[in-house]
C-alpha cells in the first residue's frame, strides 16, 4: 500500500477548519476552470471556420445570463471571504486561559523559553488539549514559524513582537520549519514540536526540560534580577515622580504622549520603550532614559516585560507626591 497523504495530519484545532476552507476553494477553482475551459472548446469547435453553423441575427445581449454569471460568483466569492475571516480572526484571539511561551528566532534556530526557565532549541514541547499562545520575535533578519500539522504560520520579525496560538488536538511529533528565506543556512533551521499528555508535560518541566540540572529562575525571577542589576527601580517606582513614571499595574493601561496622541501598553510597547525610549515620550518627561539597544538581549528583555508583568498596582499616592516633570524613562 502506498504511503503518500495528499495533505500533512491533522492535529490541531485549527487544521480541520482550514482544510475544509482550502478544498472548497480548490474545488470551486476546478469547477470554473472546467467551465470556463470546455464552454471555449466548444464555442471554438462549433463556430470553427467552415462549419456550417447559423451565424445570422447574433444574441448580442442576454441579461439573464450575465446576471448570474455575476452573482452567484459573487456571492461565492464573499462567502469564502467571509469564511477565511472568520477563520483569521479566531487564529488571533487566544483563550484567556491560553498558556505562555516565547519564541526568539535567530540565524539559524529557533530558541524557546517556558515561563518556569525551562529552554529549548528547534524543538517545542507543549501539552495536548491545552491553548498555546506563542509571543515570538526575531534576533536578526525575518522568519516565519510554521508547523504544518496544526496549518500554522506566523511571521516573525525583528523589532516586534508577533502572536500565534493553537490547541494541539493530538499526541505525537510534528515538524517545525522556517518558511522565510533567512540566509544561507535556512533549510536547516527546523525542528520537531512534541505534543504530550498534560502529566507528561508537567514531569517534562518539573524535571528541567531536556537540559537537567538545577532548577531555572522563571522569566518573572530573571526578569526580577535584571531590573535591579539595571537599577530600573531608581527612576521607576511604586508612583510617578520627577525621574520617571510608575511601571505599576501599567500593562494594558494606556498613556498620553508628548505629541498628544494615546498609546496602549503591551509588550511591543514595553520593548520599544527598552530599547528606543524617545521614540514615543510619556508626556511629562524628558529624554533622560538611556537607551538599552545592543545592551540587553531579546531573552533579557522578554524577561523585564515578564517581571514588569507581576508588579500589580500601586499603593495609592500621598498627597504630598510630587508632580512628574523632567525624565522620559518608561515611555
Known amino acids: 500500500m502506498w504511503n503518500f497523504p495528499v495533505m500533512p495530519e491533522q492535529a490541531s484545532e485549527f487544521a480541520p477548519e482550514y482544510d475544509k476552507l482550502f478544498l472548497m476553494t480548490t474545488a470551486l477553482t476546478v469547477f470554473f476552470t472546467l467551465l ?21 441575427n447574433p444574441v448580442n445581449t442576454h441579461m439573464a445570463l450575465e446576471i448570474t454569471w455575476s452573482v452567484i460568483p459573487l456571492i461565492m466569492g464573499l462567502g469564502i471571504f467571509f469564511w477565511a475571516a472568520k477563520l483569521f480572526v479566531e ?41 498555546v499562545r506563542l509571543t515570538m520575535i526575531s534576533q536578526d533578519v525575518i522568519h516565519s514559524f510554521f508547523i504544518p500539522q496544526f496549518r500554522i504560520k506566523q511571521d516573525v520579525l525583528p523589532g ?25 543556512q535556512h533549510s536547516e533551521m527546523g525542528g520537531y514540536v512534541h505534543v504530550m499528555s498534560n502529566a507528561d508535560y508537567q514531569a517534562w518541566l518539573a524535571s528541567g526540560g531536556e537540559d537537567p540540572g538545577p532548577r531555572k529562575p522563571t522569566l518573572e525571577e530573571a526578569g526580577k534580577k535584571l531590573w535591579d542589576r539595571l537599577a530600573c527601580g531608581n527612576c521607576h517606582g511604586e508612583q510617578d515622580n520627577e525621574r520617571g513614571p510608575s511601571l505599576f499595574g501599567i500593562i494594558g493601561t494606556d498613556r498620553k504622549m508628548q505629541d498628544g496622541q494615546t498609546a496602549r501598553v503591551d509588550a511591543n510597547y514595553l520593548r520599544e520603550s527598552i530599547v528606543d525610549p524617545y521614540k514615543r515620550l510619556t508626556q511629562g518627561y524628558e529624554k533622560t532614559m538611556p537607551s538599552y539597544k545592543g545592551q540587553i538581549s531579546e531573552e533579557e528583555i522578554l524577561q523585564l516585560i515578564a517581571h514588569m508583568r507581576t508588579m500589580g498596582s500601586a499603593p495609592a499616592p500621598a498627597a504630598e507626591a510630587s508632580t512628574p516633570g523632567a525624565s522620559g524613562a518608561g515611555n
Open 91 to 131: 487564529s488571533r484571539q487566544p483563550p484567556k486561559d491560553a498558556m505562555d511561551i516565547f519564541v526568539i528566532g535567530k540565524q539559524w534556530m529557533w530558541h524557546v523559553q517556558h515561563p518556569n526557565g525551562v529552554r529549548e532549541n528547534n524543538t517545542l514541547h507543549v501539552p495536548v488539549g491545552k491553548a
Open 160 to 184: 516586534r513582537y508577533t502572536m500565534q496560538w493553537f490547541r494541539a488536538t493530538k499526541i505525537g511529533k510534528y515538524n517545525l520549519f522556517c518558511t522565510e528565506y533567512c540566509g544561507t
Open 36 to 56: 470556463v475551459g470546455i464552454g471555449i472548446i466548444v464555442i471554438a469547435v462549433r463556430y470553427r471556420k467552415g462549419s456550417k453553423v447559423n451565424r445570422k
